[in-house]
């Protein structure tokens, strides 16, 4: 596709529920971003892939996240165990190289965890 | 605190009136970016300003940075109601492989 994409748009799911996200970044893209964003707040940086693997997974709050990517494409940030505040927009930004470059940014994923 | 801090939080103007935006950091950088985030969900970007330059223009848009003080502004020139958003500074830091965002401010264009 043109863009970055990124399902479901929203997802609500109840306390204790494990949720995936999914991220497919612009074609050619290697490197790839998770930020997550609470409401009326900043961007909160998650994990970075370079192809398939993690250099910097530094941002994940707890164990209950993982993310992994495949085949140097598409991604999936997987919540274990949700949490109510978890509940955030999941944001997913694709660039053609790791640094100085323009990050292009997916819809976003809507959580709530009721 | 944040690498990247905006100020003001919050601005509302008239429409036709120039907005401006300021960004301080607290480590060096290779550029810094700004990016516009409409209700909340995708951003997108605006101008990237490399850290040997000083000023850049794109349309009704003007960045400048000053490295010695670690900060940027950005000025929208002739606001238009369609300019309503959140703006965000991003810092691409030296030896790190990410962007570090600031917390935006909110633009609100009054018709």
């Known amino acids: 596709g043109a863009g970055v994409s990124q399902s479901p748009s929203n997802k609500v799911t109840e306390k204790g529920k494990d949720v995936e996200l999914r991220c497919d970044p612009i074609?050619?893209?290697?490197?790839l971003y998770w930020y997550r964003q609470s409401l009326g707040q900043g961007l909160e940086f998650l994990i970075y892939?370079?192809?398939?693997?993690?250099?910097?997974k530094s941002g994940l709050p707890s164990d209950r996240f993982s993310a992994e990517r495949t085949g140097g494409s598409v991604s999936t940030l997987t919540i274990q165990r949700t949490q109510q505040e978890d509940s955030a927009v999941y944001l997913c930004?694709?660039?053609?190289?790791?640094?100085?470059?323009?990050?292009?940014f997916g819809p976003g994923t809507r959580l709530l965890v009721l | 605190s944040q690498q990247g801090e905006e100020d003001p939080q919050a601005l509302s103007i008239q429409e036709g009136e120039n907005a401006t935006m300021n960004c301080s950091y607290k480590?060096?950088?290779?550029?810094l970016q700004w990016y516009r985030q409409n209700s909340g969900r995708g951003l997108v970007h605006l101008i990237l300003?490399?850290?040997?330059?000083r000023e850049k223009h794109s349309g009704r848009l003007r960045v400048t940075l000053d490295t010695s003080k670690k900060s940027s502004s950005l000025l929208i020139t002739a606001s238009r109601a369609a300019d309503t958003a959140s703006y965000f500074c991003?810092?691409?830091?030296?030896?790190?492989?990410?962007?570090?965002f600031g917390q935006g401010t909110r633009l609100t264009i009054n018709p």
């Open positions: 300003i490399r850290s040997n330059e």
């Open positions: 074609s050619g893209h290697t490197a």
């Open positions: 480590t060096s950088i290779n550029n």
């Open positions: 930004a694709s660039s053609h190289e790791p640094t100085g470059r323009t990050q292009y």
């Open positions: 991003a810092t691409d830091v030296s030896g790190a492989q990410k962007l570090v």
């Open positions: 892939f370079q192809g398939n693997s993690a250099p910097d």
